[in-house]
């Protein structure tokens, strides 16, 4: 017989994979971690100087930006997620990592973006493609914006850098705004 913080623990559990599963499925979005060389891959193509402020749009477990303080602590960091289960993991980590990561659990088409300078995506094509409007309209001339895997649909990236892994290889790609 399980004991009652036993089973409460197995209840929340399960009530939070169901939750993370519930989300993933009506939102259409999926939660893939980045892996650390890829993370530290897309910190590198940004060109950071250590002064910016940096948004991880679908900001999953925190790693690129836990990666990008780690480089450059003064860097303004800001990830965002919106399935609570998977927000809450990146805020523990990046809490007991590199507190200063402000870590925000909401909607990224809600949150203004004005003064970003380097923008992380792991999204796929159809996200992407709604967000080429909104970064139309608030993204400053020469903001970069740096994708993994997946290219806008609607835009052309400056370069393509291919990073290898395993057999495969695994595509960022770099933009301007």
């Known amino acids: 017989m399980l004991s009652t913080p036993l089973l ?3 209840v929340i559990l399960v009530g939070a994979i169901a939750l993370t599963a519930v989300m993933h499925a009506v939102l259409g979005v999926v939660y893939v971690p980045t892996p ?11 060109h950071l100087r250590g002064d910016e402020t940096v948004y991880d749009l679908g900001a999953g477990d925190g790693q690129i930006l836990l990666r990008a303080k780690g480089r450059f602590p003064q860097l303004t960091a800001i990830g965002c997620e919106i399935v609570p289960t998977i927000w809450l993991l990146g805020w523990i980590r990046t809490r007991l990592r590199q507190p200063s990561i402000h870590f925000r659990l909401r909607d990224a088409m809600s949150l203004d973006l004005r003064d970003a300078d380097v923008l992380f995506l792991y999204l796929t094509p159809s996200i992407l493609g709604k967000f080429e409007g909104k970064f139309d309209r608030e993204l400053r001339s020469g903001t970069t914006v740096i994708t993994h895997a997946f290219r806008f649909p609607n835009r052309t990236p400056l370069r393509t850098i291919e990073i290898r892994r395993g ?9 301007g705004w």
């Open 36 to 46: 650390r060389d890829v993370a530290d891959a897309m910190v590198e193509a940004a």
């Open 8 to 10: 409460i623990f197995a």
């Open 167 to 175: 057999r495969g290889l695994v595509h960022l790609h770099v933009y």
